[in-house]
């Protein structure tokens, strides 16, 4: 009993220190992602800030996990061809537990080619293969 109070306190402490220092984005940045043109991305978004969480209303998120969220296919390639962090969670979702989730095929394999760890587990214990069941991306459920 006293491990599971220690683990549960342990990530209470890590989900509260992500969402502190996680930045707000911006709608200069949002408008970036959502048009989906690379070079309007690059004057709104430094590169150390590829790997960071952001603040997306009450979600954390890396850029890439937008992205791919809302099949921003130039943004998604120019940040994979620039190597942010596949496995980086925010939150505890990975890009590919979003890709699952959201049913993006392209995203989900060029993650896979890139490293992504299919068997991640998120803060409930819920895998990128999990995602996609629940959601019923079936397709994506098979690669998984």
Do not use: H, W
Request: with cysteine; glycine share 4%; hydrophobic share 35%.
């Amino acid at each position: 009993m006293k491990k599971i109070l220690t683990s549960t306190l342990l990530f209470g402490i890590l989900a509260f220190t992500s969402l502190v220092s996680a930045q707000e984005i911006n709608s200069d940045q949002r408008g970036a992602i959502q048009s989906d043109n690379v070079e309007n991305f690059k004057k709104t978004f430094a590169k150390t800030e590829y790997d960071k969480c952001l603040n997306v209303k009450e979600l954390s998120t890396t850029v890439l996990s937008y992205s791919i969220k809302y099949k921003k296919n130039n943004i998604t390639e120019f940040l994979l061809g620039n190597k942010a962090n596949v496995n980086k969670a925010c939150d505890g979702v990975t890009p590919l537990m979003n890709a699952a989730k959201y049913g993006n095929m392209d995203a989900a394999k060029n993650l896979l080619k890139r490293g992504a760890k299919k068997d991640t587990k998120d803060n409930n214990g819920k895998t990128a293969k999990d995602y996609a069941v629940e959601n019923k991306q079936s397709a994506i459920a098979m690669i998984l």
